[in-house]
């Protein structure tokens, strides 16, 4: 059997944006420090990263679509936070962020992977933001690199 896998390692002059939002940013700042330090530590060169801030989650679909149609960067990592509060507004923006990035991904063909925490709890986004639980900024940050290396396997 033939195994066809990608690996998180950039090839030179690749091209890498993150949208963040500016919402949370205490739980969202380190998610793009995370992102951030393993694109560099994979061999992104730092001039090759584009930091692009929206207000709040709701917002990352768009400026993913926007960097997409513009052709100038190989993947999107989209970083956020969205917390379970007492109303029904989690609902509405964790489940809208998740399917428009997602359409984005889809629609144009570019690699766009989700780093955006949907908790139930600050607790839970903090340990996923460099915490117990690890940098989802970084894991998101890997996964773009390692299906850029994908697509060009599969050719």
């Known amino acids: 059997m033939k195994i066809v896998e990608g690996s998180p390692v950039a090839r030179p002059g690749l091209r890498v ?26 061999g992104v060169k730092d001039d090759d990263i584009t930091l692009v801030r929206v207000p709040g989650a709701w917002e990352i679909p768009w400026a993913c679509r926007q960097l997409a149609s513009a052709g100038k960067v190989d993947a999107i990592v989209a970083l956020g936070a969205v917390v379970r509060g007492s ?55 890997l996964a773009a690199l390692e299906m850029v290396s994908l697509r060009a396997a599969l050719g």
Not at 17 to 42: K, M, Q, T
Not at 88 to 109: R, T
Not at 118 to 137: I, S, V
Request: hydrophobic letters at 45%; proline letters at 2%; one cysteine or more.
């Open 17 to 42: 944006a993150l949208v963040a939002s500016r919402f949370n940013s205490l739980i969202v700042e380190p998610l793009v420090s995370g992102a951030r330090d393993a694109l560099c530590r994979h």
């Open 87 to 141: 109303t029904p507004h989690f609902d509405y923006v964790a489940g809208e962020v998740a399917k428009g990035v997602s359409q984005v991904s889809q629609a144009s063909g570019l690699i766009v992977t989700f780093g955006v925490l949907t908790t139930d709890t600050m607790e839970q986004a903090l340990d996923r933001a460099g915490g117990k639980a690890g940098n989802k900024g970084a894991d998101a940050a």
